[in-house]
């Protein structure tokens, strides 16, 4: 079986350190390791679902987050990396799902459920968002894709592209689509980076990032400011790690050879975390050690993004001949979808 990779993001702010982690660490993997085919969609379509009245807010944000992904060090060379709305099939596929899947199957999805609770949307959802997830799974069968990199909170979103694959094969007869896998990362906390504030989520809409083209200034003040303990007041006091968003940081971020460079009286993070519970360490140590660790991760990135900003030009251009090259391979997957439905009407035109 071919190895097919997609994954994306909705272009709705820059990305994230939750992203990072969360999902573009895999990818700068994965696009080292033997596949057939590796695509990155730029959700813009999807975005517009929940920013139909902002439409500048998504295409303004399509180059920064082109632009994020070249500077964390995604290969152009070896990835496809496109803009949804260049592909119209995936609308017309999204179309003939949508008679597959019910109402009350949307609205059990747990990730559909947790946005709409975030957004506030009440009784007034949009019906384009309130079925996104018909739309991510056009995304993913139109391309075969078998391995879809994402954090935890996708899950049910990739559970019920399963079903709508298997749906559609079985209705039509026809073994058209595979059924994709998840990839998540291998370090839990990675799954789902907590916000700065305590959050359960790192999110563009909460304002509780620290974002890759964040300046070093910028950083720090952030990482100065994150929730940890309110009960360890004064540093002789035991401190919480459970909770605690510093702590939650190092987990993703910090390694062994980070200590070696900036915290070198610590041997490892489980030595730290002892301490701190135990009392005698104060949060401010702990977060200029988590700014150390994560200046030598961002610095790079930011460095890089400023020469790529000097030809906007050219990664524009990359994603317009890329959109072509998607839009091929989809408009092939829909072919076989009509055929299998016996709707592929122009047959009729060629007797």
Known sequence: MKKIILTGDRPTGNLHIG??????????????????????????????????????????????????????????????????SQVPELAEMTMYFMNLVTVARLGRNPTVKDEIKQRSFSNSIPVGFFCYPISQASDILAFGTNLVPVGEDQLPMIEQ???IARSFNNTYGKEIFAMPEPLLPENNICRRLCGLDGGLKMSKSAGNCIYLKDDEKTVKEKIMSAYTDPNHIRVTDPGKVEGNVVFSYLDAFATDESFKKHLPEYKNLDELKAHYRKGGLGDVKIKLFLNNVLQEILTPIREKRKELEKNIDAIYEMLFENGKKARKVAQNTLQKMKEAMGIDYAKFLKK
Do not use: W
């Open 19 to 84: 992203h990072y982690v969360g999902s573009i660490v895999n990818r700068l993997k994965l696009q080292n390791t033997e596949f057939d085919k590796f695509y990155i969609m730029i959700a813009d379509t999807q975005a517009l679902t929940d920013n139909a009245g902002n439409v500048d807010k998504v295409k303004n944000n399509i180059i920064q987050v082109a632009i994020d992904y070249l500077s964390a060090g995604i290969n152009p060379e070896k990835v496809n990396i496109f803009i949804q």
């Open 161 to 163: 592209t399963r079903e």
